[in-house]
Nanobody, 124 residues
C-alpha cells in the first residue's frame, strides 16, 4: 500500500504563488508515475499535471501550462507542484495521485493511489 500526503496548500492572492508537496511512503517511488488533480466545488476532479516515472516527461492541462511546474525528488520520495501567477479559477482541493510505471494519464481511474487533498484558495 502506498500512502500519499500532500502539504503546502493555503490562501494566496491572484498573481501569487504556492508550492504543493506530496510525500510518498513507497520505497518504489522512483517507478511511480505521479500526478496532481484538482476538484472545485460542484465540479469533477480534473487533471492538472503529471510526471512520468523516469522523471523526464511531464504533461500539463492547458489551463495551467506556463504557470505551473511539476517536479520530483526521488531521493526524498516527493513530488512538487510549483504554482505561479495564480488565478481565482485555480481555487480547488488539490490531490496527489500515483500509479506504477506507465505514462502520464489524464483520467482518475488510471491512478491506484490518492492523497487526502489540500485546499488551495486564490482570492481576487
Amino acid at each position: 500500500q502506498v500512502q500519499l500526503i500532500e502539504s503546502g496548500g493555503g490562501l494566496a492572492q491572484a498573481g501569487g504563488s504556492l508550492r504543493l508537496s506530496c510525500a510518498a511512503s513507497s520505497r518504489t517511488f522512483s517507478i511511480m508515475t505521479m500526478a496532481w488533480f484538482r476538484q472545485a466545488p460542484g465540479k469533477e476532479r480534473e487533471f492538472v499535471a503529471g510526471i512520468r516515472w523516469g522523471g523526464t516527461a511531464t504533461d500539463y492541462a492547458d489551463s495551467v501550462k506556463g504557470r505551473f511546474t511539476i517536479s520530483r525528488d526521488n531521493a526524498k520520495n516527493t513530488v512538487y507542484l510549483q504554482m505561479n501567477s495564480l488565478k481565482p479559477d485555480d481555487t480547488a482541493v488539490y490531490y496527489c495521485a500515483a500509479k506504477r510505471y506507465s505514462t502520464v494519464g489524464h483520467s482518475t481511474p488510471e491512478y491506484n493511489y490518492w492523497g487526502q487533498g489540500t485546499q488551495v484558495t486564490v482570492s481576487s
